[in-house]
């Protein structure tokens, strides 16, 4: 393929960047989608050693002081085994992380492949907003000239927390008055009675969902509630005043629930959850919303729900309210500054989802421990 073609194959302003996971220095699986929430530079040269590797390189040490992960954050591409090997690129968290494709996946979904081996690239560089979303293209193979278009590009790229990008909404749904006050305190009281367990999530490897207990990403703890007066009494507030709103706002026909729980973010260990989505290992995908029902929200300091794709604002329904969004959606718990954040979490989804959960249920590898992320749970019908 001519180097005159690629450019009409390259992805354009407005365009998604694609999804991908890969080796870096510090993570064997990062997944790219979850560097949502801040400006993002990729850059895909082959090679370290490359006229574009080094203009690759001179970028990040003219700029590195702005590479700080909150407003920017810099990905390197290299196929170049040798580039990790003989320690030529250097990671630093936060801000600059430097990706392995070795097979040259990660350029051919950035349409930056020429056909040859996986180090035979388009040089280029892509500039994407808070939602992984294509700002800009620039080319790397002219040095000179990409030190100039990019020394101009992040000069211009604004603080996220500017109005014009904090402003957005996401399209999460919070519902008041889901639960009533006295049935927040049973739910609370049964956590204090029995107790919970530390909290993990799942990750994907090799075609499965693996249990992980990382508390430098998640501190919670989860108390499965096993009475079941307490959770016909759930399933049936959430049937009568919850699935008719998701139906209003989403055209979505709920049908089935997964897990009940009653989670506690501790504001002693600063609890939080690193930004995520909740359906994209193996054996979530069947996961269509996800339900955070806070139990007493006057009572905490900090731990808002926060979509970075969308700007950081923050979201808390009340007391026995819910926020209902699509699993699919990066999202974060803030870490509790103050006292305990009490919460139930479910699952929401319908019977299509229900067969595809059950078609990969024995892809899950549980945590090690009692942890309901090993999604366990039998598939309950909410109606």
Avoid at 23 to 32: G, K, R, V, Y
Avoid at 249 to 260: D, G, H, K, P
Avoid at 271 to 298: C, M, Q, W, Y
């Amino acid at each position: 393929m001519s180097h005159s073609a690629i450019p009409n194959r390259r992805l354009l302003p407005g365009d998604p960047a694609p999804w991908f996971a890969a080796p870096t220095h510090s993570n064997a699986n990062f997944h790219f989608d979850t560097a949502a929430g801040r400006f993002v530079i990729l850059s895909l040269f082959g090679s370290s050693t490359s006229p574009a590797g080094q203009a690759a390189l001179e970028f990040v040490r003219r700029h590195s002081d702005r590479l700080d992960d909150s407003n920017l954050v810099h990905f390197g591409v290299s196929a170049d085994p040798a580039d990790f090997d003989e320690g030529r690129l250097v990671e630093r968290v936060p801000g600059i992380r430097w990706f392995r494709d070795s097979d040259g996946e990660i350029a051919r979904l950035f349409r930056a492949d020429q056909g040859g081996g996986p180090m035979d690239v388009w040089p280029q560089t892509l500039v994407l907003d808070p939602a992984l979303r294509v700002l800009m293209w620039v080319s790397l193979s002219d040095p000179a000239r990409h030190a100039e278009a990019m020394a101009g590009a992040i000069d211009r790229l604004p603080r996220i927390d500017e109005d014009r990008w904090s402003a957005g909404v996401a399209p999460a749904l919070v519902v008041p008055r889901i639960f009533e006050p006295a049935f927040c305190r049973r739910l609370i009281d049964y956590y204090e009675t029995n107790g919970g367990t530390a909290s993990g999530h799942m990750s994907s490897k090799a075609g499965r969902s693996i249990g992980v207990l990382d508390r430098s990403r998640k501190r919670r703890s989860d108390c499965i509630i096993d009475d079941e007066d307490i959770k016909t009494a759930m399933m049936i507030r959430l049937h009568r005043r919850l699935v008719p709103m998701i139906q209003r706002a989403f055209q979505f026909q709920v049908t089935r629930i997964e897990r009940y729980i009653v989670a506690c973010y501790d504001g002693a260990d600063r609890g939080f959850f690193f930004p995520h989505r909740d359906n994209t290992s193996p054996a979530t995908k069947h996961r269509r919303f996800a339900v955070t029902i806070n139990l007493n929200a006057e009572e905490y300091e900090g731990g808002d729900l926060r979509f970075p794709e969308f700007g950081r604002r923050t979201y808390r329904a009340p007391t026995g309210g819910a926020v209902v969004f699509s699993c699919s959606l990066v999202h974060e718990a803030l870490p509790v500054t103050r006292g305990l954040r009490y919460a139930t979490l479910p699952f929401l989804y319908d019977d299509a989802a229900a067969k595809v959960r059950e078609e990969t249920r024995h892809l899950v590898v549980p945590v090690p421990s009692e942890d309901i992320e090993a999604v366990s749970h039998p598939a309950e019908r909410i109606a």
